[in-house]
């Protein structure tokens, strides 16, 4: 298993594993309630489902129970291409499926986007995992690009332009 | 919710991860290190903002230049959060191959008996 680093590319995280299972079956395991309560959430803890919305933007809210904690979890869906796509953003939650700080885990980040393809071949399912944490900041960076593109790209190509124009004249002196 | 600066944000962005790596090998100031990127000198002092905020940068005034240094031991924390989660998933695609081959099972089980 490689190690690494965690600055990499464009998921921070990429995990592989093939199951002997046809896709359809892989695909549906993660599509409702009674699957996700079977396999879903850390070893040790009972899954309770308290909501599944198995749709873009829909929410999977569940608690996770051990003898000595309670938590809860939730996924927003992102798209969905029966059989080979699933994406979702991972929060630790609350009762009432809002956003919360991991409770002992720390550092976690307080939302992961999750991005799992499906492939299948000789009867065999293989399914990838990239993940990477995501989190309002770059929200916020994006609107503010957004925002700054529309009313002030006229401003900034001309700045851009004397900046070089400055640039070249020091350099020749 | 709350907006606590964390050492993901720092990571959760391309631009950032290449900032990142450029002055983990050499203390850079803003200006040279601006100059390896196609946007605005602002995108760029916000992309750096965030990073000492969140701990992986330190911003020295020399003069009249301001030179950034990289703090690498934060990014220890991503590494260890990477395991963490990397582990949680291998735990669960364990889980979920189990569940297959139970589901698998009864199927089969359940064809042989309405077979017989």
Partial sequence: MQNANPIDNDAVLVVTHEFSAPINLVFNAHADAESLAAWWGPVGYKLTVLKLDFKPKGLFHYKMESDERVMWGRFIYGQIKKPELIEFTLSFSDEKAGITRAPFFNPWPLEIFNVLTLTEKNGKTTVTLKSYPINATEKELASYRANRHSFNQGITSSMKALELHLKKIMHNQ | ?116
């Avoid at chain 2, 196609?38 to 760029?44: E, H, L, S, V």
Wanted: net charge positive.
């Fill in chain 2, 1 to 116: 919710m709350e907006t606590r600066r964390d050492v993901f944000q720092a990571i959760a962005d391309p631009t950032r991860r290449e900032i990142i790596s450029l002055i983990a090998g050499k203390t850079q100031n803003l200006n040279s290190i601006a100059n390896n990127f196609d946007m605005t000198r602002q995108a760029i002092s916000l992309h750096i903002k965030i990073l000492t905020e969140c701990g992986l940068i330190a911003i020295r005034q020399q003069g009249r230049e301001r030179y950034c240094e990289a703090k690498l031991e934060k990014l220890s924390e991503v590494s260890a959060w990477v395991d963490q989660y990397k582990q949680f998933w291998v735990d669960n695609f364990n889980s979920l191959e189990k569940y297959l081959t139970k589901i698998q099972k009864h199927k089969k089980n359940a064809k042989r008996k309405s077979n017989r």
